[in-house]
């Protein structure tokens, strides 16, 4: 249809128009993106791959995917992953009691009728990989958790991801219209599988720096006065260089920015630290161990 | 897209193959497929920001990110800031080392990247000369070397002089020899911070120089020779012998993820254990009901047993980096097993079980505790297999039962005394499997004073030089 869009090959979603756009536009809608975040989903829009997104838990690799939605003015699909979720959870399946009842309704008809009715659209369900196939609208396809799922579902996954289509038996092969764009996320307790990492791009997001971690703070927590979130930040930095069993990510130093903000400190001083270093470590020994390497005892 | 980088586009295909080529050299398995992917991402991004093209090569090459470091590394020698001296080099060179080293502190506590970067152009190009680098000479002896950049610069000696500026900007003026106690009132906490940041700063400047010197002599030998030998490997592929301080470290980083990834393996084959056995008289009585056609199979029931585990572990001196690590991954995989249980020795055996389990929360100084804290060695300091295998049949033999397996951790150099092979053989006839993780290679087993052939004949040996072996060993050999 746009002429822009449909490059020969049909490929990218078209979202945005440079790397710098990228930056500006997640900005808009509270995203601050690190280099390698915006250069990857530039890229993940033009070439129209899958991104694969790893990284530590709570550094935004979710929000991500939503932010992109918001920003083309996409609908989301979501597919969340676990454990046991097979091909009727992920991409359809047929609506065998309502097969049923029409059966039972259209009793004198002929079976040849029956079947062509019962394995039509309005007996099939739906489920997100399909749905974000089908539709014309653009379309944000969040895979979450994928090292979650069984070994099987990948290999489900890599018919959908590198050509966009999906084959129903008494259908036929459904293709995409307009490729959705595509976020896979993961948190590395598996190692997904080689065949599945070579259709996407891979992008390992991390703990953002200093300076970008700042700036996320105070976009978050607005109240919050700017050498505090100076201060704050070095802090959360100094515990990730410990080897601590759970390093403190973006979501935690958040939580801890609206803590301070909830108590009214102003400045960080040992009491305030010591009594709030439970919102951002999980763990006893960690405290412990913190606490030792704050000198805060 | 565009085509403004025509010039270019016959020696870019090259230097991206030949990049790619270098890429595998250390093991990054690159396909073609991948390969005309970067040259996608190459004309979708232009050639205008080396970072953003950075990053862009790096979705479409990289497939997990242990394989960074040796990406960025390779990546500076293919697609380097410049050539010979850079261009902010030469405008405005310092004169002499004092100099240099009154900017390398500004931009210290300034945390200036870019001037870093400069500086360490400058540094290299000051003090790291050796032999004729003359530009015009033969490409001869001559080089750049970080060691010695380093080696003249000291910057690690900075570190006094940039806290103390930084105070003098902020707070009063106390003297900068360390976190002092926090007698500050405001903004005093983050005080304690300093130095440990600037200590950061100084070492992220010293892997610039490193990378700078790297850059200068590819130029002079050919980068894909650098890339090959200059590179250094991934910390899973470090050699456990050979690993240095911080080498170690980084793999302890990789520790907790390593251990979540390994026991979900084994969660995985345990399921598939479990559903594997049929269960001949099940299957058959209920075959009955069907007129004797097996329909149904029944499988045999998995017994919720987890298995036990005893370490044994060689702790003297170079063996010592390896035994850790691996007590370190085993006790972070406790919850897979229903009892673990680790011996020290290095002539002497000592049960160190309960130094590792509150050592989780310090796995550094594991080392150091086991030393000071259990009896690992008697009347000298040299390893003796023998005399430790001996006391442990001795003395420890009830932890090892039939359900027990068994790791040795070692390089079964017996400095000379007898490797009594006999002991080893009760703990083996005891225990469900005896495994030992060799940290040499084949080739050196049985060379010189290693006992390596001899143990092998009694129980399973395998060769663990690096972190990634380890954990296909861990996840191969353990029972489910």
Not at chain 2, 205 to 228: H, K, L, M, Q, Y
Not at chain 2, 326 to 332: I, N
Request: with cysteine; charged share 25%; aromatic share 4%.
């Amino acid at each position: 249809m746009a002429e822009q869009e449909d490059r020969p090959g049909g490929d990218g979603t078209g979202f945005f128009s440079s790397v710098d756009d990228v930056v500006g536009r997640l900005a808009e809608v509270g995203y601050l993106a690190s280099t390698a975040v915006a250069t990857t989903v530039f890229l993940a829009d033009r070439l129209g791959k899958p991104l694969l997104v790893e990284g530590p838990a709570g550094v935004g690799k979710t929000e991500l995917a939503k932010a992109v939605a918001r920003v083309g003015g996409a609908r989301l699909v979501r597919l969340q992953c676990y454990e046991g979720i097979d091909e009727s959870r992920a991409l359809y399946e047929w609506n065998h009691a309502k097969q049923l009842l029409r059966i039972t309704a259209g009793r004198d008809e002929s079976w040849d009728d029956t079947r062509t009715d019962i394995f039509s659209d309005e007996f099939l369900l739906t489920r997100p990989l399909l749905t974000a196939i089908r539709g014309d609208e653009p379309t944000v396809l969040l895979i979450d958790e994928t090292d979650k799922a069984d070994v099987e579902v990948e290999g489900l996954l890599l018919e959908v991801l590198s050509d966009f289509q999906v084959t129903v038996p008494e259908l036929g092969t459904i293709t995409a219209t307009r490729r959705p764009f595509t976020v896979l996320t993961s948190n590395a307790t598996r190692e997904l599988s080689e065949a599945l990492r070579r259709r996407c791009l891979f992008l390992h997001l991390d703990f953002p720096d200093a300076e970008l971690e700042q700036r996320i703070v105070r976009l978050k927590v607005p109240g919050l006065d700017a050498v505090l979130a100076d201060s704050l930040v070095r802090v959360i930095a100094a515990l990730r260089a410990m080897e601590l069993r759970k390093a403190p990510s973006v979501a935690e130093t958040i939580d801890w920015a609206r803590t301070l903000l909830a108590l009214g400190a102003d400045t960080l001083d040992e009491s305030v630290v010591r009594d709030s270093l439970g919102v951002v470590l999980k763990h006893q020994d960690d405290i412990a161990k913190a606490a030792q390497g704050l000198t805060l005892l | 897209m565009s085509t403004q980088d025509a010039p270019a586009s016959t020696v870019l295909p090259e230097r991206l193959t030949a990049f790619v080529r270098a890429l595998r050299g250390h093991g990054i398995r690159v396909g073609p497929a991948e390969t005309v992917d970067a040259a996608a991402v190459l004309q979708v991004l232009g050639l205008a920001d080396r970072e953003r093209i950075r990053e862009g090569l790096a979705a479409a090459l990289l497939r997990a990110d242990r394989q960074r470091t040796v990406f960025d590394a390779t990546f500076d020698l293919y697609f380097p800031l410049g050539t010979g001296e850079l261009a902010a080099t030469r405008a405005a060179p310092a004169a002499d080392l004092t100099e240099l080293r009154d900017r390398l502190a500004e931009a210290l506590a300034a945390n200036d990247a870019s001037a870093l970067t400069q500086l360490a152009g400058e540094a290299v190009d000051m003090l790291g000369g050796y032999g004729p680098t003359g530009s015009s000479g033969p490409t001869g002896t001559g080089g750049w070397s970080a060691h010695q950049t380093l080696d003249r610069l000291r910057p690690q000696t900075l570190l006094a002089r940039v806290l103390a500026s930084g105070r003098t900007g902020g707070s009063g003026g106390t003297d900068g020899s360390g976190a002092s106690g926090g007698s500050g009132a405001s903004g005093g906490f983050t005080e304690r911070l300093e130095a440990d940041e600037i200590r950061r700063r100084i070492e992220d400047f010293r892997g610039r120089v490193r990378g700078e010197a790297r850059r200068r002599v590819a130029e002079r030998r050919g980068t894909d020779e650098i890339a090959r030998r200059g590179v250094a490997p991934s910390a899973d592929q470090v050699d456990f012998l050979v690993a240095n301080r911080e080498q170690l470290a980084e793999l302890r980083r990789t520790l907790q993820p390593l251990a979540r990834k390994l026991a979900t393996r084994l969660t995985a084959r345990r399921r598939r254990a479990a559903r594997g056995q049929i269960d001949i008289r099940r299957t058959l009585r209920r075959s009955l009901s069907t007129g004797g056609v097996p329909l149904r199979p029944a499988h045999r029931r998995h017994r919720p047993a987890r298995p036990e585990i005893v370490l044994l572990c060689d702790v003297s001196g170079s063996a010592a980096g390896f035994a850790n690590f691996t007590m370190l991954l085993v006790q972070a995989m406790r919850d897979q097993f229903s009892r673990v249980r680790v011996y020290a020795f290095v002539n002497r055996v000592d049960e160190v079980t309960r130094l590792i389990t509150t050592g989780g929360a310090d796995p550094a100084g594991l080392g150091h505790r086991i030393a000071t804290e259990a009896t690992v060695s008697g009347w000298h300091g040299s390893s003796d297999y023998g005399s430790a295998l001996g006391e442990f049949a001795e003395r420890h033999l009830d932890a090892v039962g039939p359900r027990t397996s068994v790791l040795v951790l070692g390089d079964a150099r017996t400095n000379g005394f007898d490797p009594n092979v006999p002991a080893l053989r009760r703990i083996a006839a005891r225990a469900r499997r005896v495994h030992w993780l060799n940290p040499e290679g084949p080739a050196h087993w049985g060379t010189g004073d290693s006992a390596a052939h001899a143990y092998a004949e009694v129980v399973d040996m395998h060769a663990c030089r690096n972190a990634r072996r380890l954990g296909e060993l861990v996840t191969r050999l353990l029972p489910v």
